[in-house]
């Protein structure tokens, strides 16, 4: 069987790359069904896209490649293209934009634009070896039992990076890439939680709180949460994205006040009260307890002195914490890194060095932050090969 062209995975990339690649297109995937993380996605609702999406809201070696794809397919063609379906969305924080009713119903139109535009979908299909002769792609493929042997004049890698493997993530986009010569940068989890030793925050876990979470030079404005085995919430996610094993990340509890400011006009005005009581005003009084235990606050407002009230604004606001870890594949949202951009083109995603080859979405190094951003890079990337082929 010949093919135009073959994508290896049918979740969110390949889907949309199908959509726009063809007849001719036939789209595989080992799983039983389509954009199986679409549809978890958003907690169900799918965050499909951000409206304030460019280059600065993604992670790469190279940070400039992503530009051309995300200018010439954008967050408004998406949301348009959603309008078109009928699908009804609001925006819920931070230009995060989610459907009001089902992430299946993005799953669903992605099906529909592939069967549209003409495009095969096999699913439960497993790929046994890939290669190219020279002229073309060759693939061995099985599905339902039986073996397929196909040649391709395209082959699109878009089987995404290897975060939760319990839903079938596979590195096999970065193998195949390897074997055909491109560079596979190193890989690792992000948009994940921090562990931390067992007992560290147990008697906090439960308790979200406005923060700034940083490390290095990137700092996160967004919920903060404690659990049994360490921090996430949407600020921790961010900030793991950037945070290198064994470096410090700095927790700044609530982050729009200034404590020291606050702290003295409270002292002078409510000098009787306690300290502690006074700071569950502005935090969680678990919370509290916990730092009061740590730092031993205790006393009225009036018996802390100028001093007092600038080491306990600075407990507040430079929390420093060294994560053990983090919760690894199992958890991640995605995967930093990925199959590196100088192979490829920015404005095809083919690779320079084998023409007919392309690598779009998360297996390729260009990661987004927490907020719509992975999926925009999914249908803008998905969308430069689809019309490039
Ligand atoms: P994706 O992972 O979607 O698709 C890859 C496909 O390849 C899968 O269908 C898989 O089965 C298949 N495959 C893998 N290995 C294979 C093999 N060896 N053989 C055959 N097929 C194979 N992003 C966002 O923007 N907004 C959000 O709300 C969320 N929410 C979210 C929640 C959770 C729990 C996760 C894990 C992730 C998110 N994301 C997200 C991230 C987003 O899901 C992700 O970045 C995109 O799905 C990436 O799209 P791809 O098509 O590149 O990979």
Redesign the pocket.
């Known amino acids: 069987m010949h093919v135009k062209t073959l994508i ?7 889907l949309f790359c199908a959509a726009h690649a063809g007849p001719g297109t036939l789209i ?4 039983k069904a ?5 549809r ?3 907690g169900g609702r ?2 499909f896209t951000n409206l304030g999406t460019s280059a600065a809201n993604f992670l790469s070696e190279n940070p400039h490649f992503c530009k051309s794809a995300l200018k010439r397919y954008t967050q408004w063609d998406f949301i348009s293209l959603v309008d078109r379906y009928g699908i009804d969305w609001h925006e819920k924080t931070l230009g995060q934009l989610f459907c009001d009713g089902k992430a299946t119903q993005i799953v669903d139109m992605l099906t529909t634009e592939v069967k549209n535009a003409g495009a095969e979908l096999w699913l439960d299909t ?2 046994k070896h890939v290669g190219h002769d020279g002229a073309q792609f060759t693939a061995l493929l099985t599905r339902k039992g039986a073996s397929h042997q196909l040649t391709a004049d395209n082959l699109v890698l ?3 990076g290897k ?2 493997p319990k839903m ?3 590195g ?1 986009a970065y193998d195949i890439a390897e074997r055909f010569g491109l560079r596979v940068t190193e890989t690792r989890p992000a948009l994940v939680p921090f562990t931390f030793p067992a007992e560290r925050f147990q008697s906090l876990a439960g308790i979200a709180t406005p923060a700034r979470v940083s490390t290095g030079a990137a700092a996160f404005d967004e919920a903060l949460l404690f659990t049994h085995r360490g921090l996430s919430g949407p600020a921790v996610l961010q900030a793991s994205s950037y945070w290198q094993e064994g470096h410090d990340v700095t927790l700044t509890l609530c982050p729009t006040e200034n404590p020291f400011d606050w702290l003295r006009t409270r002292r002078a005005t409510s000098g009787k009260r306690n300290l502690t009581t006074v700071l569950t005003e502005l935090l969680p009084g678990r919370l509290i307890d916990y730092l009061a235990h740590m730092h031993g606050w205790k006393g009225n407002l009036a018996d802390q002195s100028d001093a007092r009230l600038t080491e306990i604004a600075d407990a507040l606001q430079n929390w420093v914490v060294r994560p053990a870890g983090t919760e690894g594949y199992r958890t991640a ?2 995967t930093l890194g990925g199959i590196a951009t100088e192979g490829l083109s920015s404005r095809s995603m083919e690779a320079t060095a084998l023409p007919g080859l392309y690598a779009i ?3 390729v190094d260009v990661t ?1 932050w927490l907020g ?5 890079w ?1 249908w803008s990337s998905g969308w430069a090969a689809g019309t490039a082929i």
């Not at 290896?8 to 390949?14: C, E, I, K, R």
């Not at 595989?28 to 799983?31: E, K, L, Q, V, Y």
């Open positions: 290896l995975g049918a979740g969110a990339a390949g595989i995937d080992h799983a389509p954009g199986e993380k679409i978890i996605s958003g799918c965050n497993t790929v878009a089987t995404g975060s939760i079938g993530a596979t096999l949202e995605v979405g998360e297996a987004g719509g951003y992975n999926f925009q999914a």
